[in-house]
């Protein structure tokens, strides 16, 4: 096993030094909602931009698989990069959906009580999204909450009326449409396949995504290209951590290890009317913010996401870490993940047995959910730097000074609030990292 991938590994690299080359000024990896932002960004400042992704077009991944709620900023610790960037990232946000016509609604959230031993976390959250500088926080007794809400069942209720949601296609729609405007290029079916760090530049190996899906791993997979960009950023989403184990040069210390928490949706069936006005949280559970009520613009309510802790990449890293050809691990990693499906790993079907689950949690808060009233809908994964029953863990932003490669910038972990974030990121990488 072993040998033969070593084998692969020298077909490989041939093959990536046999590829043409081109000087570039910006590369960002991933078309996700916070690399058409940063894109968007860099073309703001006058830069040529190229944005590659694997997918065939822009948002397939986690932009396009979650609650398309606008946080407040409530959940995260003060100072922290999550709380940061939400509260910035919700003005601008609001800001940019109103001056480009984004279909936006701010109808604001209750997280509930259900129960007197949750108060004091409901008081706690009080407390943290206030230090955040969330406007408008106030605690409701619970028939003030009802009142308001006369399906919900609660003991109290933290009303913040910030919140909202937005629809991430529209939105992803217009930054693009914008950054196109200013000389930006969206390159679709391109894989960066890894790459190195040469002089004072990175090499990006980059691949046409159906040789990368139809390669047997017997044959040398083809880099048709490589790029060399002035800046680039990593924006890879649930593939970020993955891409940057394949960066030849970047010291393996800086890259944190990498979990996969799965969430799934259900609809709410045969239903006209929402039972409810106001997006409706639970209290947080670990890995995420609980089962919820999420509207979308159309109406429609959606309960989720649930946490299912998945498998990932990482069992490569324990198996390559045991055998230390510390030399060879990162080109190893290429061939492994490619012979492993890389790029269709990512399971976001519904198990329809999972509503067994949905039901109770739902019913502490919405007691009159029906037997059979949920159907499946879909699922997205969170890209997670902290595993089951460790602490939340911030957002990654890699520059220079953490990694020492000069002009790249690696985001690692943007899940939630990564939607509302997106233009704050981008904001900030521009002003902090852009040389
Ligand atoms: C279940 C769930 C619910 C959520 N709810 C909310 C919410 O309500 N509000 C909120 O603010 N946030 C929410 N989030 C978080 C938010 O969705 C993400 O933070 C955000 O979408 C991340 O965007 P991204 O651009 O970083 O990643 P992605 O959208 O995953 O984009 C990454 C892109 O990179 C491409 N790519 C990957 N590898 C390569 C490669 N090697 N070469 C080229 N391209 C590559 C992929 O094709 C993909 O298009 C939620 C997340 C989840 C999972």
């Known amino acids: 096993m072993l040998k033969q991938a070593f084998q692969s590994v020298k077909r490989a690299v041939t093959t990536s030094a046999n590829a043409a080359k081109e000087k570039v000024d910006c590369v960002v990896i991933g078309a996700g909602v916070v690399g058409i932002a940063i894109a968007r960004e860099l073309a703001l400042k006058g830069r040529e931009v190229l944005v590659l992704d694997s997918a065939p077009t822009f948002g397939t ?25 939400c509260v910035r990232g919700r003005e601008l946000l609001y800001k940019y959906c109103s001056e480009h016509e984004v279909p936006h609604k701010q109808i604001g959230k209750l997280i509930v009580a259900t129960g007197p031993l949750e108060i004091p976390k ?100 083809q880099s048709e290209l490589i790029l ?21 040069g970047l010291k393996s210390s800086v890259i944190p290890p990498a979990y996969y928490a799965r969430g799934c949706y259900f609809t709410l069936a045969n239903t006209k009317v929402s039972p409810f006005k106001h997006l409706i ?3 947080p559970e670990d890995g995420g913010l609980g089962v919820h009520v999420t509207l979308d613009l159309d109406g429609q309510v959606k309960f989720g996401p649930d946490v299912e802790w998945i498998d990932g990449i990482d069992d490569i890293c324990s198996f390559m870490n045991k055998y230390s050809f510390f030399s060879l691990l990162i080109l190893f990693s290429v061939i492994y993940d490619l012979l492993h499906g890389l790029y269709s790993r990512f399971d976001y079907s519904v198990n329809v047995n999972r509503a067994e689950r949905f039901y109770p949690e739902i019913r502490k808060y919405y007691p009159k959910l029906s037997d059979g009233a949920l159907e499946p809908g879909y699922a997205g994964i969170r890209p997670k730097l902290s595993g089951p029953g460790q602490p939340p863990v911030d957002f990654v932003i890699q ?33 902090r990292f852009l040389r």
Request: charged share 15%; proline share 4%.
């Open 399 to 431: 520059g220079e000074e953490s990694h020492g490669v000069p002009g790249l910038v690696n985001l690692f972990g943007i899940e939630s609030p990564g939607l509302t974030s997106s233009i704050a990121i981008a904001e900030y990488i521009a002003a």
């Open 122 to 221: 409901l008081n706690k959250l009080l407390k943290c999204g206030t230090q955040n500088g969330v406007d408008g926080l106030r605690m409701l007794e619970g028939f003030e909450a009802m009142k308001m809400e006369p399906e919900l069942q609660c003991v109290k209720a933290l009303l913040s009326p910030a919140s909202g949601i937005v629809d991430s296609h529209s939105l992803m729609l217009s930054l693009v449409g914008e950054a196109e405007n200013r000389r930006t290029t969206f390159s679709y079916n391109t894989t960066v396949i890894g790459g190195h760090h040469q002089g004072n530049c990175m090499h990006l190996y980059v691949s046409e995504s159906k040789n990368v899906g139809n390669w047997n791993g017997q044959s040398s997979l």
């Open 61 to 85: 991944g986690t932009s396009s698989r979650n609650s398309e709620v606008i946080h407040a900023g409530i959940y995260y610790p003060q100072n922290s990069l999550k709380a940061m960037f």
């Open 281 to 283: 949280y639970p209290i």
């Open 228 to 248: 060399i960009p002035r800046f680039v950023v990593n924006s890879a989403g649930l593939s970020a951590l993955a891409l940057a184990k394949r960066f030849v």
